[in-house]
């Protein structure tokens, strides 16, 4: 193996290390499904080594990532297979039932929803790192959670005959 071979090797083994857990848990939050979201994340990290873009930063090269990763669910959820099959609720990235409840409540939210949820309350984005991320206006991304905040508490109060789900606000 050349030296320019052990560098890319070193670089995307790095990349990878830094970043597949959080787009793992972006690509499952969003598709719901395992196995789907560890193809799309493999894809993501494959357009990384069809493109090699030049970062300026780590935040900066996850935040492309993230973008392409969150892309490829939008277009894996459009596809037609997708609409031909019955998502299967799986393993979930829950450290508790109540946990796992509350990813399947959000999971049940339109993806535009669910996407900006996740990206804000499991990853820490701020409102304006998530507009760029997903290519939107911040207002539009401050709007969506509004929304999505609303609809999980009309879900809650709806569902929660036994006072398992505290809501704040």
Request: glycine share 2%; charged share 35%.
């Amino acid at each position: 193996m050349d030296n320019q071979s052990k560098r890319t090797m070193d670089w995307i083994k790095d990349i990878v290390l830094r970043n597949e857990n959080k787009l793992y848990r972006t690509a499952i939050a969003i598709t719901g499904n395992k196995s789907d979201a560890e193809d799309i994340v493999q894809d993501a990290f494959v357009k990384l080594l069809d493109k090699k873009p030049d970062f300026e930063s780590q935040d900066h090269e996850t935040a492309w990532l993230m973008r392409v990763t969150i892309n490829l669910c939008k277009n894996h959820l459009k596809s037609y297979w997708r609409k031909k099959t019955v998502p299967i609720l799986e393993s979930y990235p829950a450290k508790s039932e109540e946990d796992k409840q509350i990813i399947e409540i959000i999971s049940s939210l339109p993806v535009k929803y669910r996407t900006v949820i996740h990206l804000y309350y499991y990853e820490g984005y701020s409102t304006k790192e998530i507009a760029e991320i997903t290519n939107q206006k911040e207002s539009t991304v401050r709007e969506q959670m509004t929304r999505a905040r609303r609809k999980l508490k009309d879900f809650i109060k709806e569902n929660d005959n036994e006072g398992i789900y505290r809501i704040h606000g």
